[in-house]
Structure formats: structure tokens, C-alpha cells
């Protein structure tokens, strides 16, 4: 286990400086930032003298040694745009994201595995059809598209929800949280729901796939033979084999959804750090996407580290090597 | 004549075809593909409007509803936009860019993605570990992000779209024909090849590479699907599509900045269009993966 931890560690330091580099190389690709930081009006003189304390007047390998050095001094650079630490930023947007993502998580949870349980049951019946064809639209819905519905529908139309911003938040261990308050559980609503379609829909497809698959198993039969209702079958025996398959998307998934929040919190002004990331990239704001790929990077290790570990908890016939 | 009847009536009485006609979701998707054929084959000249013909736009038309809502116009069938500009054309036009960018990104991932793979399945040792490493990394981070950064790198265009899907699209490929290489290595006509003296780049080509085409098709038919999504997301952000080629998603990001004046129309079909279209690819492909995957026979 020890072993298994260490090289997993390294494997997770390896990942993250190949990602600093490239994060780095394509970076420099996108322009000259100087222009940024200089008014309008400024002379040459200004620019070269700002292109050096920028240190861009240095090669490409010295610049990345800097930048590298920096990061494990824990500066992550300041933005062009809010003249502020950009990790402070994005530590500071973090939990808005982190609150949408685990509400759209959990959502798909609760939707996707007992109508994948159903589906996988019953596959024969009209409902299970129905529900596979409901899933299949909802891998190919564009995601912005349905928040826009949702938008217009229920915003515009009906005026039921508001449609952007976090409303009232309540503080609670050091974060802001919407979902504890009356207005902010009203705004939190929408974008969860356009968030948590794919996501359910790929949890529930998975959930059926693997459903279908042990119900033909014999411990299966067995335990009904022993007298087990269908439904303590389904949901004690099955469920249980079912769940690993379910772990391993759960993990990607968690990352799809971090993805997608970028595009969910454009569109209902959700100020979480995926907003930021798109304003930053209207904006060049340079250290900030550096800075937000660099974590986003390091979020992925975890999980997926985290979603490991799991698996040895579900299923002790796997081991960590 | 004779022949080509001899073989369509083959084709028809095959179990594949058969069980297509038996499929009603498969039907649904070939029916809603054809619909988009239709589209872009003929949708430019059965529309009134050419988009990009600036000196054709009529401002005095701007944002006319839907033909069948009071104020409607017979001229646009499914209302303008802010320019006059039709939006059925915009459509006709905006699918065509839509699924050029989604067919030719399939094309180039899966070219580069099913070279690597076979070259990583075939010969194995560092070469393969490099290769696989790379893939798994990739695939641990949600590909719109890492699309969207490329994006953000190189600048808005279609050609770099292109790239983009294709760094973003390689590893699928790359992974499946991986997979399938590995065991049609260890068959006796791959063994039969090599004792008869075959080049490793004939065995590939000739042998392997036939055998590995079905896993290849079912993939890339989904694919097509996710890279027409993660398109119209970059160009809904406005990363993507270069505003004087608006795809389907750059029409309903435009769309969008008027949608919570009552707009509804310049957003709604675009997006709709976006929706059935992969909703048509994902029906086919999920008939092909059932239909062309040996194990669930």
C-alpha cells in the first residue's frame, strides 16, 4: 500500500510538470502580453522596459525556469486585468463551482440510478424504452442550448426562477454557500439541472448496461431462489456489482462536469472560476488561465487518485499495485 | 445494371439490413440522417437567401418572428435575425459548416488515432508505453477544456478547430485499435503472414487493419457527434467559428444576446438543428455498436 501511495505520487508530480509545460509553451504561443500592461500611448523605450520586467526579453527555457520556480515558490503570478494574485482568484471563485458541480453531481446520482436499476431490470418494457431513448437525447443535447431553454422558459416566460447570479449566500466553514439560503437555493437550480443532463444520462446508461449484464448471473438467480424479493435483489445484490463501472465514470465524469461549469457559468453568470477562465480568455488574461489549468490539473489528480483508492473499498478483490 | 440490382437486393435480404428494419430507433436515426443530407446537398438553392451576400439582406426585415406568429413573414419561414437575415438560411448554411468541421475532424483524429494505435498494438515496448501514457494522461482531463485551451491559444478558425478536435479526438482511436490490434496479433493468420516472410508494414496494412475497420466504424460514427458538440460549444463561446462562417452554435450564440428580450427564434432552432443532428448520429451508432459488436451476439 505504502509503495503503491509513493509511486502514485510521483506518477501525480510527473503529470503535473509535463502539464506545466505545455500549459507554458502554449501560452507563449498566444501573443505578446506587454501590451497589456503598457497605456496606449507608450513609447518603445516603455514597452522594452516592461517586456523586461515581464521577463520576456529572456529565451524560452530561462522564461520557463522562472515560471517553474515561481509555481513551487507558491507565486502563481499576478492578472494583467484585476492586479491581483491570479491563485487568489480562483481560490476565491472555487467554491461557487465546486457548490454547481456537486449539486448537479448528486442530482444525476439520485435520477440516474434508479431509472438505470429500472432499465436494466425491465428491459422489455415500453417505460425502460422510453427512458433509453430520454438518455440518448440527453448525451446529444448541447449543454448551453438547454440552459438557455431553461432561460427562457422558465425565467423569461414564467418568471418561476432568476436566471443569473448566486443570490444570498450563507457562510459556513470559511465558504459561501447558496444552497443554504431560500434565494440562493432558487438560483442554484437552474444552471445544477442544465449542468447534471449528460452526466445523468451517462450514469444511467451505465448503470443499465451493467444491470442488465449481472441480473443473467447465477447469485442472482440464486438469491431469488432463496427467497429474496425482486426488489432486495435488484437493489442489495445487483446494485452492488453494478457499482464499479459506475465509480470509474463517476471520476471522469466529475471532470466532464468541471468542464462544462465553464459553459453553464457563462451562460447564468455564475461567479465561479470557470466564468473567470472565459473572461480571462476574452481578455488575455494571461496568469490567470495558466494558473486556472494548473489547478484545474491538479483537481483531476486528485480524482482520479481519489476514484482508485475507491475501488479497493468496493471491491476487495481489486489491488492498489 | 444487372449486377449493382443483384447486390442492392443482397443487401436488403443481409441480417444486417434486416435488423435495421426491425430497429425503429436505427430507422429514426437513418431517417433524421438523410434529413441532413437532404440539407446540405440541395438546403442552398431550395432557400431564398444566401447569409453571407451582405448587399441581399433587407434591415428593414430585422427580427421578423416565425411565419406562423402574428407579424410573421411568408418570405422567412422561420423568422430573422438582428440583419434581416433569414434563419432557416443561416441554418441550411450554418449545418453544412457544422458537419464539415465534425466529418473532417473525425477523419483526421481517426487517421492519426488508429496509426498510432496499430503502431502501439503491433509493436508494443517503450514505443507503445510512451504512446499509451500520453493517452491516458489526455483522457483524464474533460476534453471541452482542453479544447477550449487550444482554442484560446491558437485563435478562432476553422482550420484550427481542426487541430484542436484533432489533439482532443486521437486518443479514443488510438485506444480502441490499440485494444483490437493487441488480439488480432495473437491469431494464426497474423502468425501465418510473418512465417511466410510478410514486411511488419504489410502485416499491419494488409491484415490487421481490415480486422480492427468495425471497432473503427461504430467509434467514429459517435465521434462525429462529440466533436459537432464540442464545436458548437467553442462557438458559442465565441472561440470557435470565425464570425463570417457561423456553424450552428455560433448562430445560437447570437441568438443568445437577444433571447432574454422575447427574441426566442434566432437561438431556439439553431440549437434544435444542433440537437437532432447529433441525436441522429448517436441513434446510428448505437445501432452499429449493437449490431457490429461480436460479443453481444
Known sequence: MI?????????????LWVVSIIVFTMMSFTGDPTYMMVPLDATEDEIANARMLL??????????????????????????????????????????????????????????????????????????????????????????????????????????????????????????????????????????????????????????????E??????????????????????????????????????????????????????????????LLIDSIYMGDRPVIVVYLMFVAFLFVIINFTVDVIYTLIDPRIKLR | MQRLLRKARALWASEFAHNFRGNISAIVGGVIILFFVFIVAFGPSLVKQNPYEIASLQLTDAYKP??????????????????????????????????????????????????????????????????????????????????????SAFGKGIDNILISLTCVGWVIYARTVRGSTLSEKQKEYVQAAKAAGLSNRLIIVRHILPNVVTPLIVVSTIQIGTFIL??????????????????????????????????????????AFIMLLVFGINLLGDFLRDELNPRLK
Request: aromatic share 10%.
Open chain 1, 3 to 15: 509503495s503503491y501511495l509513493i509511486k502514485r505520487v510521483f506518477q501525480m508530480v510527473v503529470v
Open chain 1, 55 to 212: 521577463g520576456l526579453d529572456k529565451p524560452y527555457i530561462v522564461q520557463y525556469g522562472i515560471f517553474l520556480k515561481n509555481i513551487l515558490g507558491g507565486d502563481f503570478g499576478r492578472s494583467f486585468v484585476f492586479r491581483q494574485p491570479a491563485l487568489g482568484l480562483i481560490m476565491e471563485r472555487m467554491p461557487a463551482t465546486v457548490e454547481m458541480v456537486l449539486v448537479a453531481m448528486t442530482l444525476a446520482l439520485l435520477l440516474a440510478i434508479p431509472l438505470g436499476v429500472f432499465a436494466g431490470a425491465y428491459p422489455q418494457k415500453k417505460t425502460s424504452r422510453g427512458i433509453m431513448a430520454g438518455s440518448l437525447l440527453g448525451i446529444s443535447l448541447p449543454n448551453f442550448w438547454v440552459g438557455m431553454m431553461l432561460i427562457f422558459i422558465l425565467a423569461v416566460r414564467f418568471n418561476i426562477l432568476p436566471s443569473s447570479g448566486r443570490g444570498d449566500t450563507l457562510r459556513m466553514m470559511g465558504v459561501n454557500l447558496s444552497i443554504l439560503t431560500p434565494d440562493g437555493f432558487k438560483h442554484i437550480i437552474l444552471p445544477a439541472v442544465t449542468l447534471c443532463f449528460s452526466t445523468l444520462a451517462i450514469l444511467l446508461r451505465i448503470t443499465r448496461a451493467g444491470m442488465m
Open chain 1, 214 to 275: 449481472v441480473m443473467k448471473q447465477d447469485f442472482i438467480k440464486f438469491a431469488r431462489a432463496k427467497g429474496a424479493t425482486f426488489r432486495s435483489v435488484l437493489f442489495k445484490h445487483a446494485l452492488k456489482n453494478v457499482l464499479i463501472p459506475v465509480v470509474t465514470i463517476f471520476g471522469l465524469q466529475l471532470g466532464d462536469l468541471i468542464g462544462f461549469a465553464t459553459i453553464t457559468e457563462y451562460i447564468f453568470a455564475w461567479p465561479g472560476m470557470g466564468k
Open chain 2, 66 to 151: 416565425p411565419v406562423w406568429l402574428s407579424g410573421g413573414d411568408p418570405n422567412y419561414f422561420l423568422g430573422t435575425d438582428g440583419q434581416g437575415r433569414d434563419v432557416l438560411a443561416s441554418i441550411v448554411y450554418g449545418t453544412r459548416i457544422s458537419l464539415f468541421i465534425g466529418l473532417s475532424a473525425m477523419i483526421c483524429s481517426s487517421l492519426i488515432g488508429a496509426s498510432l494505435g496499430l503502431i502501439a498494438g503491433y509493436y508494443g515496448g517503450r514505443l507503445d508505453g510512451v504512446i499509451m501514457r500520453i493517452a491516458d494522461v489526455q483522457l483524464s482531463f474533460p476534453s471541452i477544456l482542453i479544447a477550449l485551451f487550444l482554442m
Open chain 2, 230 to 271: 464540442i464545436e458548437a460549444s467553442l462557438s458559442f463561446l465565441g472561440v470557435g467559428v470565425p464570425i463570417t462562417k457561423p456553424s450552428l452554435g455560433l448562430l445560437v450564440k447570437n441568438g443568445f444576446d437577444v433571447l432574454l428580450s422575447g427574441l426566442w427564434w434566432t437561438s431556439v432552432f439553431p440549437g
